[in-house]
Each structure stands twice: as C-alpha cells, then as structure tokens.
C-alpha cells in the first residue's frame, strides 16, 4: 500500500492544479471513452 501525507498530497494537488491539469468524473470519462471529447 502507498501513503502520503496530508500535508504532501495538497502540495502535489495543488502542483498540477498551477500546472494546467484538471480532473474528470465518472460520466466524462465515460464519454471520452466512447471517442468524445472531454469538456473544455
């Protein structure tokens, strides 16, 4: 099993936040799976 931190997984999270990356639920994935594109 891997851990981390409280205090790391908001460093990193906020990292890819300032790096552009977004995320997807469950239904856009769904629909990007079927050859759509994910919402802008």
Do not use: C, D
């Amino acid at each position: 099993m891997i851990t981390v931190s409280p205090n790391h997984f908001e460093a990193q999270t906020a990292y890819l936040t300032q790096a552009g990356y977004r995320t997807a639920g469950a239904q856009q994935l769904g629909v990007y799976l079927v050859g759509k594109p994910l919402p802008a």
